[in-house]
T-cell receptor, first 116, second 114 residues
Framework: AQTVTQSQPEMSVQEAETVTLSCTYD???????LFWYKQPPSRQMILVIR??????QNATENRFSVNFQKAAKSFSLKISDSQLGDAAMYFC?????????????FGTGTLLAVQP | EADIYQTPRYLVIGTGKKITLECSQT?????MYWYQQDPGMELHLIHY???????EKGDLSSESTVSRIRTEHFPLTLESARPSHTSQYLC?????????????FGEGSRLTVL
């Protein structure tokens, strides 16, 4: 069975600094997708970034980038130049390629605080 | 902001009551989902739907039921609420031919059963 593990329940970063959130996963599939979702307090969860396993290049979206290590089954999120609006719960998620249902498996989340 | 709405946002109810959590989306998405989210725990898929008249149970067993009579509407019902049903319920939708894994979430319905 596929699993997603986030070992950091809480993290804190100073505004304008860089922070890295960790995620590991377990799967026997060779082709899959990994995601980071952001859930601000009392607001909708939104997709931050997506990585396709067959792509070796790490995905980047503005200040957000990932470090995808397929052999190690590691998928960390780096937030550069942290802003107060980045404070949220961040979830790592996985889905197998070809899964027409878009059924995501989520980790337990990392609560990120941004200090002014 | 995604066009997916959940009501009520907060509900406190007594044991044994029947409740329905509403979820509507205006994006015309075929796929819809219900996730259960407990504090400090991952989201678990409890129901999903490919389209009208299509519903399936998710990975986490749930005593709730769902229906999909209209594309835009995916309500979740608990016939007899119990304290163990206390949780946050998130509704989501995705486009059939959209990007893999891109779900659009509602703001959630936080249910407390006394």
């Amino acid at each position: 069975a596929q699993t997603v593990t986030q070992s950091q329940p809480e993290m804190s970063v100073q505004e304008a600094e860089t922070v890295t959130l960790s995620c590991t996963y377990d799967t026997s599939e060779s082709d899959y997708y990994l995601f980071w979702y952001k859930q601000p307090p009392s607001r909708q969860m939104i997709l931050v970034i997506r990585q396709e396993a067959y792509k070796q290049q790490n995905a980047t979206e503005n200040r957000f980038s990932v470090n995808f290590q397929k052999a190690a089954k590691s998928f960390s999120l780096k937030i550069s130049d942290s802003q107060l609006g980045d404070a949220a719960m961040y979830f790592c998620a996985y889905t197998a390629h070809g899964g027409a249902t878009n059924k995501l498996i989520f980790g337990t989340g990392t609560l990120l605080a941004v200090q002014p | 902001e995604a066009d997916i709405y959940q009501t009520p946002r907060y509900l406190v109810i007594g044991t044994g009551k029947k409740i329905t959590l509403e979820c509507s989306q205006t994006m015309g998405h075929d796929k819809m989902y219900w996730y259960q989210q407990d504090p400090g725990m991952e989201l678990h898929l409890i129901h999903y739907s490919y389209g009208v008249n299509s519903t399936e149970k998710g990975d986490l067993s749930s005593e709730s039921t769902v229906s999909r009579i209209r594309t835009e509407h995916f309500p979740l019902t608990l016939e007899s609420a119990r304290p163990s049903h206390t949780s946050q319920y998130l509704c989501a939708s995705s486009e059939y031919k959209g990007a893999v894994g891109e779900l659009f979430f509602g703001e959630g319905s936080r249910l407390t059963v006394l």
